[in-house]
């Protein structure tokens, strides 16, 4: 089946500083990915959609300037979160799409980001 | 956005069957009904999806009413492992034609031995 692979699975960093996190498509291109943030005990909020080769599209209320993401090839997306801090941390987690309409979606398997 | 609802929380035993309902008024025509689970501190599976007719598949099956505005997931025997969070989802198409999957806040099932 389908792989997603999110890197790296928990990342712990000092305020101020940035973060990259990775999600690769194993075994398919993905003309499309999405980005999501998940506070605990909460439902999925999607922050951004990122198409290869392009700029991403951001949702409302999500600020681009601060969660940087770059789609540089059809297996990767990569999501920064530029100077972090303590109410940054959730857990975000990527999804791909093959770009075949209505295909489900894979999802990798979240990054746990906490900042001090 | 189209938006669904569905209750807070369910229990069910050990190899029971379980129905979990989803309602989705206001579902457009083109509007596929997407099922994905999420156990803790994972990200969500797919579980199953449909349009108009029921489906079936290894996992569950997906009961569609006849005027789409309501679904139903069926886990025929439901396991310890089956416990997690359901979330019924609308597949929409944007103008754009990007495909945004939007999650409402699922129902979390809880499955006694």
């Known amino acids: 089946g389908a792989v997603v692979s999110q890197h790296p699975s928990w990342v712990i960093c000092k305020s101020g500083t940035s973060v990259k996190i990775e999600c690769r498509s194993l075994d398919f291109q993905a003309t499309t990915m999405f980005w999501y943030r998940q506070f605990p005990k909460q439902s999925l909020m999607l922050m951004a959609t990122s198409n290869e080769g392009s700029k991403a599209t951001y949702e409302q209320g999500v600020e681009k300037d601060k969660f940087l993401i770059n789609h540089a090839s059809l297996t990767l997306s990569t999501l920064t979160v530029t100077s972090a801090h303590p109410e940054d941390s959730s857990f975000y987690i990527c999804s791909a799409n093959r770009g075949i309409y209505n295909s489900p979606l894979h999802f990798g398997n979240g990054t746990r980001l906490t900042v001090t | 956005d189209a938006k669904t609802t569905q209750p807070n929380s369910m229990e069910s035993n050990e190899e029971e069957p379980v129905h979990l309902p989803c309602n989705h008024s206001?579902?457009?025509?083109?509007?596929?009904i997407h099922w994905y689970r999420q156990l803790p501190s994972q990200g969500p599976e797919y579980v199953i999806h449909g349009l108009t007719s029921n489906v079936n598949n290894r996992m569950a099956s997906l009961a569609i009413a006849e005027d789409r505005k309501s679904s139903t997931l069926i886990l025929h025997r439901a396991t310890l492992r089956d416990a997690a969070v359901y979330y019924c989802i609308l597949r929409s198409r944007t103008q754009g034609g990007s495909e945004k999957l939007v999650f409402g806040k699922g129902t979390k099932l809880t499955v006694n031995p």
């Open positions: 206001t579902i457009s025509g083109t509007d596929y």
